[in-house]
């Protein structure tokens, strides 16, 4: 990022006091956890082992509920490695620190902007913190599966039936709470997009809808097909993006 666009970049944060940030599974690729879309990423690896019809099939309530195993070893990988938040995360609890956070929405289910300290963070694609039997309902929370998960097995609940953590599959709503922000978005001040392909709706939607009346800065790796309706497209890598701002607003903080 050349001086000028850090300086600018840096000043807008500095008198923002409303942001609205959207994360995506960029924001955690530097802790280990990887992406889906991004080269390497989770779908490619997945597709391969088990010879999937699409990659998304592991994210499809029908194809699950027939074989949960490639969707298990996805979560068995993401929660053997006890990944901690990456500077990008801590930047952001930072941020609502200084109380200029307004709304965190991430699409991640990794739970490592709680663990980073945030609080005003709205899990739009759910989390995997708890888990439901999809037989009979029993509600679970995931250190009550994680043995099993650990192990290479199959929760299933004392019925029998299959246990599915409480994230959003392709098909299914998202959390009521989202749909409420995105109908009545927040009152903006910046927009933030960090780590997204903006490839899943509704969650991108939300953003974009967004960014049509508000200044926004989009920090990815890649290009996006959507680029042209942010403000700022900044293509580097996050952790570096966040060390730099948090630098610039720290040498004149406001
Ligand atoms: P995606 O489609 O995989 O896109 C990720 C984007 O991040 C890509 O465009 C990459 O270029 C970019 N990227 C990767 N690493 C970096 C980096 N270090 N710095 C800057 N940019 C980087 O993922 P989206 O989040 O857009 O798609 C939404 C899906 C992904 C949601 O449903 C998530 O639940 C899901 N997901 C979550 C996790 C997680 O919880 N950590 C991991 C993988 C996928």
């Known amino acids: 990022m050349d001086e000028f666009t850090r300086e600018r970049i840096a000043r807008a944060m500095r008198q923002a006091t409303r ?3 959207l994360t995506g599974a960029g924001i955690s690729t530097s802790a280990g956890i990887k992406d889906f879309r991004g080269k390497d990423g989770m779908y490619e690896i997945v597709r391969k082992r088990y010879n999937l019809p699409s990659p998304e099939a592991i994210f499809e309530i ?3 509920m027939r074989q949960p195993e490639p969707f298990y070893e996805m979560v068995r990988s993401m929660f053997a490695m006890e990944a901690e938040p990456t500077l990008s995360h801590r930047f952001l609890a930072w941020l609502e620190e200084q109380g200029k956070m307004s709304l965190l ?12 300290g945030s609080k005003a963070v709205l899990e739009c694609h759910g989390t995997l913190r708890t888990a439901s039997c999809l037989t009979c309902g029993r509600s679970f929370e995931f250190a009550e599966i994680r043995a099993a998960v650990l192990a ?7 019925c029998q039936g299959l246990i599915k953590p409480d994230i959003v599959f392709f098909g299914e709503s998202l959390p009521a709470e989202f749909y409420t922000v995105h109908l009545s978005p927040p009152d903006a001040d910046l927009l933030l997009l960090m780590g997204t392909s903006l490839n899943v ?3 991108a939607g939300f953003a974009l809808n967004l960014a049509a009346t508000t200044e926004s800065i989009l920090v990815n790796r890649d290009p996006t097909p959507y680029d042209a309706m942010v403000t700022h497209v900044v293509n580097m890598d996050l ?3 966040c060390q730099d701002i948090w630098e610039e607003m ?4 406001s």
């Open 62 to 64: 029908n194809f699950f």
């Open 152 to 158: 290479g097995g199959i929760p299933r609940c004392e």
């Open 239 to 241: 952790d570096r993006f």
């Open 201 to 203: 709706q509704p969650a």
């Open 19 to 21: 942001i609205v940030v």
């Open 105 to 116: 929405v991430t699409q991640n289910i990794d739970m490592l902007h709680h663990k980073a």
């Open 250 to 253: 720290e040498k004149t903080p």
